[in-house]
């Protein structure tokens, strides 16, 4: 392995679907381990071969046709978690998290896709929020560890106007709403750190555009795909980078990765 540990997060949005323009992503980037979200398959239909052929170990948490999330990386995982703690009611599959051994000690990954919450004013909303609480107390948890922890995936919420292209047109939007980014914000008072606005205050960047109205080609974007650092974790960040360039290729997810490399130097 190399000095450095690259951490990326894809929502795929259908992994049989998206399965020829995953395997190209992982090809060309080769993240030590990737973070997939919305694979919309159960554990024993997910197309696991073409990923083991690309050198990854497959660690998965699905359900039919929604949701569904799953961990890729090259080395093998230890003691994964699936389910996000706190309400054993709930069945849908939004969370898998896994240790991983590497030279300077231990990683530790989750993959997570936080409710949508739309349309507002019906039950998906207080979901999403609750969902959020359970968050919050699980990572206060792991943040307790004090190891690298990276909480990585599709958080459905745009955390601040500059997030937006057109920040008006979302005043309406769950993942918009003041309740949503609140929610982000105390994530952030425990002392997790958004890794793209560690390293850049540039406006315009995005990881969705939606397939509808020529979003892409207007570059009407937002930014909910995110990397949380713990402390441990933010010491070791050297860089991150959204491969934009995904969301112009054939059958592409509306989602582009976001990628963050890591220092493993002692």
């Given at each position: 392995?190399?000095?450095?540990l690259?951490?990326?997060?894809?929502?795929?949005?259908?992994?049989k679907?998206?399965?020829?323009?995953?395997?190209?992503?992982l090809?060309e980037?080769?993240p030590?381990i990737a973070?997939f979200?919305?694979?919309?398959?159960?554990?024993e239909?997910?197309p696991?071969?073409p990923f083991?052929a690309l050198?990854?170990?497959v660690?998965?948490?699905g359900?039919?046709?929604?949701?569904g999330?799953a961990l890729?990386?090259?080395?093998p995982p230890?003691?994964?978690?699936?389910?996000?703690?706190?309400?054993?009611?709930?069945?849908q599959?939004?969370?898998?998290?896994?240790v991983y051994s590497?030279?300077?000690?231990?990683?530790r990954v989750?993959s997570l896709?936080?409710?949508?919450?739309?349309?507002l004013?019906?039950?998906?909303?207080p979901?999403?929020?609750a969902?959020?609480?359970?968050l919050?107390?699980?990572?206060?948890?792991?943040m307790?560890?004090e190891?690298?922890?990276?909480l990585?995936?599709?958080?459905?919420i745009?955390p601040?106007p500059?997030d937006?292209?057109?920040?008006?047109?979302?005043?309406q939007?769950a993942?918009?709403?003041p309740e949503?980014?609140?929610?982000?914000r105390?994530?952030?008072a425990l002392?997790?750190?958004d890794?793209?606005?560690s390293?850049?205050?540039?406006?315009?960047?995005?990881?969705?555009?939606d397939y509808?109205?020529g979003a892409?080609q207007?570059?009407?974007?937002?930014?909910?795909?995110?990397l949380?650092?713990?402390?441990e974790?933010?010491?070791?960040?050297?860089?991150?980078?959204?491969?934009?360039?995904?969301?112009?290729r054939?059958?592409?997810?509306?989602?582009?990765?976001v990628?963050?490399?890591?220092?493993?130097e002692s």
């Amino acid at each position: 392995m190399s000095a450095t540990l690259e951490i990326a997060t894809f929502n795929i949005n259908g992994v049989k679907a998206r399965l020829e323009a995953a395997c190209d992503w992982l090809k060309e980037a080769a993240p030590d381990i990737a973070c997939f979200q919305e694979i919309k398959s159960v554990d024993e239909a997910f197309p696991r071969e073409p990923f083991e052929a690309l050198g990854y170990h497959v660690e998965t948490h699905g359900q039919k046709g929604f949701n569904g999330v799953a961990l890729l990386s090259k080395m093998p995982p230890e003691d994964v978690r699936r389910r996000l703690p706190g309400d054993e009611a709930d069945e849908q599959a939004r969370y898998i998290e896994a240790v991983y051994s590497v030279p300077s000690g231990v990683f530790r990954v989750a993959s997570l896709y936080l409710p949508n919450g739309n349309p507002l004013g019906t039950e998906k909303f207080p979901y999403k929020l609750a969902w959020l609480d359970r968050l919050e107390a699980h990572a206060a948890d792991l943040m307790a560890l004090e190891e690298p922890l990276v909480l990585a995936g599709d958080y459905n919420i745009i955390p601040e106007p500059r997030d937006a292209k057109r920040p008006e047109a979302w005043t309406q939007d769950a993942l918009f709403q003041p309740e949503s980014r609140a929610a982000f914000r105390r994530l952030e008072a425990l002392g997790l750190t958004d890794a793209l606005r560690s390293v850049t205050d540039a406006e315009g960047l995005y990881s969705f555009w939606d397939y509808q109205a020529g979003a892409f080609q207007k570059d009407n974007g937002i930014r909910i795909d995110h990397l949380m650092l713990s402390p441990e974790a933010a010491d070791r960040l050297q860089t991150v980078r959204i491969d934009k360039h995904v969301r112009g290729r054939e059958k592409p997810s509306d989602h582009v990765p976001v990628v963050g490399v890591f220092s493993l130097e002692s």
